[in-house]
């Protein structure tokens, strides 16, 4: 049974930072290109952030410069380190386990998500 299990989100004030994290069960976490996803409320989902299996990385134009990715294969996990956070990061965030090709992540295996706020 494949699981991917979000954690990390929360409430944080403009400028902050939060680093979010999924830990990865089920499948063979090496060869899944990861991605980070969000949706906000009356939005569609949308892709934050995808690492390759090969660690390749690539961003969003609106968090470039402020989100980071990172994988440990050993771990079965991926992270997101979100810095000099806007209201407008505000949304739910999904994990997800897929495939990386034409330049862009196709989402397969979805977390349930969780939470941030950015809020004074």
């Known amino acids: 049974q494949v699981q991917l299990v979000e954690s990390g989100g929360g409430l944080v004030q403009p400028g902050g930072s939060l680093r979010l994290s999924c830990a990865a069960s089920g499948i063979i976490f090496s060869i899944y290109a990861m991605g980070w996803y969000r949706q906000a409320p009356g939005k569609e989902r949308e892709l934050v952030a995808v690492?390759?299996?090969?660690?390749?990385?690539d961003y969003a134009d609106s968090v470039k410069g402020r989100f980071t990715i990172s994988r440990d294969n050993a771990k079965n996990t991926v992270h997101l380190q979100m810095n000099s956070l806007k209201a407008e990061d505000t949304a739910v965030y999904y994990c997800n386990a897929g495939t990386y090709y034409s330049g862009t992540q196709h989402p397969g295996y979805w977390g349930q998500g969780t939470q941030v706020t950015v809020s004074s």
């Open positions: 690492i390759t299996d090969r660690g390749i990385t």
